[in-house]
């Protein structure tokens, strides 16, 4: 039972090992393979700054805050681990901040200690009258990916670097099921008009001060589109870009005066932080993930495709829930094929 992966970006990587290690008992045929034209680090996962948190509003998409909240658990479940470093994964505390009062999001009661802000805290922040502080996690993919890379290897999980041009060219190779993870560029393989690239650009700078997140909204311009700052384990991102369709992926120098400006005026220290890197990517936007089966014509066959991809700028946040929501659905493939399921009574 051969298994392809396109995509090797957190969604793909996670997906491969979650396919792998719930499966690979039952069924000792099993070889998972990932396919993918970029890796770490330079996927689109390899520049976010890596913080769990979804967006303000869930849609009403009960079935994403489940995913949120399944890798939210997972990771906590991981962060006192020993591989917890190995990852990139540490606990922190931070503020998102508004300049309106605003409803409570979704996932208050998945973060550690969720509250709104006091008068004396909104007065460190000039120009919001209100907030939360609540604490949550970063997990850092240029950490995170070689780790889940490792962990595919040494389960026997092969690795090809190179761009596939479809779904049929794999199937041809005697590909059982496809694993489509190709974020931003789904498109490509299948058109998909409801997938779009959400730019950004971040700016990464050393200031070993900053220890908690902050993040601002402005409930005009829209998600991403105003200053953020997060540390990391080395270096700090400062963002606060979102392009809706743009598909450049140079950095802007327009766009990196705004952020510096920006984040210099939500945190007037930063002017002293000394700049070490800039980077742009593609945020995979979609209404709603795209997280289902499909049966595609090979030849007299119908082959099966599983397609996870559309996680937009939440794509760390969201990522464990889906692999095993994908899982789960390649568990129903087998189970049509007869073969991982119970073994049958003997009359």
């Known amino acids: 039972m051969r298994v392809a992966v396109i995509g090797a970006g957190v969604i793909g990587l996670s997906t491969a090992l979650c396919i792998h290690e719930q499966f690979h008992s039952l069924l000792p045929s099993l070889q998972v393979e990932v396919y993918a034209d970029r890796c770490t680090p330079h996927t689109t996962s390899d520049g976010a700054a890596g913080l769990w948190q979804p967006y303000l509003s ?36 931070g503020y998102n901040l508004f300049t309106q009062p605003v409803p409570d999001p979704s996932w208050k009661n998945i973060v ?4 709104n802000l006091t008068p004396k805290e909104l007065e460190l922040f000039p120009g919001y009258s209100y907030g939360w502080f609540n604490t949550a996690l970063v997990l850092e993919c240029r950490r995170y990916l070689p780790w889940l890379t ?46 779009q690239p959400g730019r ?35 270096f700090t991102v400062l963002g606060g870009i979102y392009q809706h369709g743009n ?19 939500l945190l007037p220290a930063l ?3 000394k700049i070490v890197g800039e980077w742009s990517g593609l945020r995979p936007a979609r209404p709603r993930v795209r997280l289902e089966r499909e049966s595609i014509h090979h030849g007299q066959f119908q082959a099966q495709v599983i397609h996870n991809y559309g996680h937009g700028g939440f794509g760390i946040t969201i990522h464990w829930g889906c692999a ?14 007869k073969l991982a399921g119970p073994p049958q009574p003997r009359l």
Request: charged share 20%; proline share 4%.
């Open 112 to 115: 550690l200690g969720f509250r």
């Open 247 to 265: 598909w450049n992926e140079a950095n802007s120098a327009q766009d990196h005066r705004t952020i510096w400006e920006s984040c210099c005026r």
């Open 324 to 337: 095993m929501a994908a899982a789960r659905l390649f568990g129903s493939i087998l189970q049509e094929k």
């Open 58 to 93: 869930d849609h009403g998409n009960l079935q994403e805050t489940l995913w949120n909240k399944e890798t939210f658990d997972h990771l906590l479940g991981l962060v006192g681990s020993p591989a917890a470093k190995e990852m990139g994964l540490f606990l922190i505390s």
């Open 150 to 195: 490792n962990r595919l290897t040494q389960r026997g999980v092969k690795f090809f670097h190179k761009k596939v041009e479809s779904f049929q060219e794999m199937f041809a190779q005697g590909v059982d099921v496809v694993i489509n993870c190709t974020g931003v560029r789904a498109g490509e393989l299948q058109p998909d008009p409801e997938l």
């Open 200 to 234: 950004g650009q971040v700016i990464k700078v050393l200031a070993p001060w900053v220890k908690h997140f902050i993040i601002t909204h402005d409930m005009e311009s829209g998600i991403y589109n105003s200053p953020y700052i997060i540390p990391g384990s080395e």
């Open 271 to 273: 002017q002293k932080a």
